[in-house]
């Protein structure tokens, strides 16, 4: 398996529900929606803790090369897939840009999810002409 090249890099985001939220907030999200650190998922006692209605959960894990070779081949499946076998209410973001996977992952929850109602194109900065 080769080496994935980017050829643009972003300074990666530290993993922090607050800086999560207050980011996923100046993109145009509702201050109703918020990120939590979630440090097991195993435990139901600990999980219990989480507050209520969880729409997406954003995963940090070390890759290894059995996963680079699983995520290349459900790669090539979904370029392969006609659209009618693909999920309409999906939306896919490919990382094309290193150290970025926090903030694809922001958007992957976002975009893809019950957390689409939240948004606000009205909040989103208004881009400027130079």
């Not at 600990?46 to 090369?65: D, K």
């Amino acid at each position: 398996m080769g080496t994935t090249y980017y050829s643009k890099h972003f300074i990666p985001l530290e993993s922090n529900p607050e800086l999560f939220s207050e980011l996923m907030q100046q993109l145009g999200g509702s201050s109703s929606l918020s990120f939590v650190d979630v440090f097991y998922t195993d435990d139901p006692d600990l999980i219990a803790c989480v507050r209520r209605p969880v729409i997406a959960l954003l995963l940090t894990f070390p890759t290894t090369r059995l996963y680079e070779e699983d995520k290349k081949s459900e790669e090539d499946r979904l370029k392969a897939a006609s659209p009618k076998e693909l999920p309409s209410d999906i939306l896919w973001f490919k990382q094309t840009i290193n150290n970025a996977c926090g903030l694809y992952g922001l958007l992957h929850a976002v975009c893809s999810s019950a957390a689409r109602r939240f948004l606000s194109m009205s909040k989103l900065p208004r881009p400027v002409m130079v």
